[in-house]
C-alpha cells in the first residue's frame, strides 16, 4: 500500500458512520456512528468493528474496506477494499481511489463510497469533525492550487446569492452526500425562491464574479458547478444542506 509520512500525536476526535442507502428503492437502509478516539485508527469492512455490506449481504465489499484516522493533520484514510472507492469532499467532485491507497485529507465532512457488487446499494464511510474546519472566506484550502499572489478578498454572498446557490446545487451541497449530483433547473429553483429563472440567473452571475475575482479563468454557465467548488474551498459557503433541507 503507498503509504504517507507519519501522522502528528496531537490529533482531534471525530466520528465515523456507515450508511447503508438501496438505490433502487429510494431509503436508507441502516446508519450506524461511531466516534473516533484521538489518534487512533477505526477499519470498516465486513469483518470489522464497524460493519459494511453485510445486511443486506454485498460480498464484493472486502472484509476490511477503509481505514481511517482522525489525526492532528486532517483525515488519514487508507482504502483497502479490492474494488475500491470515491472519495466526496463535501461540496468538492469526487476523486477515484484504488485499492492499496492512502490519503490526507483536511475537510469537516468527507464521504466514502465504498464499490461493491450489488450496484442498488451504495455503501457509504461518512466522516465529520469540526477540527477541520473549512478556511476563512477568501483564503484556499489545502487542496486548491491558485495563484501565488492573493487578489482582493471578494465580498461575502449575500443571503439572496445564497438562497440561488442552494436552490440550483442542493444535492452538491446536500450532507451526507449524493452520487451524481444535478443541478435543479433554474425555473424550479425560481419557482421555490419566488422569482423568475432570469432573477436566478442574474444573482448566480453575482455568485459567480466572486469566482472570477479569485482568480477562476474559465467562463461557464451559471448551472456549472466548478465555481461553486472554487468558493467553498475558499470558505464562501461552508453549511451543508442536511436531509431535512433538500
Known amino acids: 500500500m503507498k503509504g504517507l509520512p507519519a501522522v502528528s500525536e496531537t490529533a482531534v476526535c471525530g466520528h465515523v458512520s456507515v450508511l447503508e442507502q438501496d438505490v433502487a428503492r429510494?431509503?436508507?437502509?441502516?446508519?450506524?456512528?461511531?466516534?473516533?478516539?484521538?489518534?487512533?485508527?477505526?477499519?470498516i469492512g465486513r469483518d470489522t468493528?464497524?460493519?459494511?455490506?453485510?445486511?443486506?449481504?454485498?460480498l464484493g465489499v472486502s472484509r476490511r474496506g477503509v481505514a481511517v484516522t482522525a489525526t492532528a493533520d486532517g483525515w488519514h484514510v487508507a482504502i483497502e477494499?479490492?474494488?475500491?472507492?470515491?472519495?466526496?469532499?463535501?461540496?468538492?467532485?469526487?476523486?477515484?481511489?484504488?485499492?492499496?491507497?492512502?490519503?490526507?485529507?483536511?475537510?469537516?465532512?468527507?464521504?466514502?463510497?465504498?464499490?461493491?457488487?450489488?450496484r442498488t446499494m451504495e455503501h457509504w464511510v461518512l466522516l465529520e469533525s469540526d477540527g477541520y474546519p473549512l478556511p476563512g472566506q477568501g483564503?484556499?484550502?489545502?487542496?486548491?492550487?491558485?495563484?501565488?499572489?492573493?487578489?482582493?478578498?471578494?465580498?461575502?454572498?449575500?443571503?439572496?446569492?445564497?438562497?440561488?446557490?442552494?436552490?440550483?446545487?442542493?444535492?452538491?451541497?446536500?450532507?451526507?452526500?449524493?452520487?451524481?449530483?444535478?443541478?435543479?433547473?433554474?425555473a424550479t429553483a425560481g419557482a421555490k425562491l419566488g422569482i423568475s429563472p432570469a432573477g436566478v440567473t442574474e444573482r448566480l452571475a453575482r455568485v459567480q464574479d466572486r469566482a472570477y475575482a479569485l482568480g477562476m479563468h474559465r467562463q461557464t454557465g451559471v448551472s456549472?458547478?466548478?465555481?461553486?467548488?472554487?468558493?467553498v474551498r475558499h470558505g464562501f459557503i461552508t453549511a451543508p444542506l442536511t436531509d431535512t433541507e433538500h
Do not use: C
Open 26 to 43: 429510494h431509503r436508507r437502509v441502516s446508519l450506524n456512528t461511531l466516534a473516533i478516539p484521538p489518534g487512533q485508527s477505526v477499519t
Open 139 to 186: 483564503r484556499s484550502a489545502p487542496a486548491d492550487f491558485g495563484p501565488t499572489r492573493l487578489p482582493p478578498t471578494p465580498k461575502p454572498l449575500t443571503a439572496a446569492q445564497l438562497a440561488a446557490v442552494q436552490g440550483v446545487f442542493r444535492e452538491f451541497l446536500a450532507w451526507p452526500p449524493k452520487s451524481g449530483p444535478t443541478p435543479t433547473t433554474l
Open 224 to 231: 456549472d458547478p466548478a465555481y461553486l467548488y472554487l468558493l
Open 49 to 58: 468493528e464497524l460493519p459494511v455490506g453485510i445486511d443486506p449481504p454485498d
Open 81 to 118: 477494499n479490492r474494488a475500491g472507492a470515491f472519495v466526496h469532499l463535501w461540496a468538492q467532485p469526487p476523486v477515484w481511489a484504488p485499492h492499496a491507497t492512502a490519503s490526507l485529507h483536511r475537510w469537516p465532512r468527507i464521504g466514502i463510497r465504498l464499490i461493491g457488487s450489488d
